[in-house]
């Protein structure tokens, strides 16, 4: 059974720091492409940050410099440092695991975690 598991969200003044984790079992971790993707209230859901098993890693650019993606994958967790929040990034954040092979893709997700911004 597949399964993504995330934490670490919470209430935040701007400026602070939050570190997500996301807990995955169930699938070959070190073969997906992990990402995190948050959507905002009426907004659409968008890509925040994306790490394959090996390779670079991609931001989006309203978090770049801020926020820092990584994987360890004997754990099979993958992490999300945001530092420098700001209240737009208030949003529910959403772990991805993602696997395209010829015979077609895998997406995975978690339940997502509430992370606000606020004073």
Known sequence: QVQLVESGGGLVQPGGSLRLSCAASGFTFSSYYMGWYRQAPG??????????SGGRTNYADSVKGRFAISRDNPKN????????????DTAVYYCNAHRATPAGTNDYWGQGTQVTVSS
Do not use: C, D, F
């Not at 907004?43 to 394959?52: D, H, M, S, T």
């Not at 967790?77 to 700001?86: A, D, E, G, H, P």
């Open 43 to 52: 907004k659409q859901r968008e890509l925040v940050a994306g790490i394959p």
């Open 77 to 88: 967790t993958v992490y999300l440092q945001m530092n420098s929040l700001k209240p737009e």
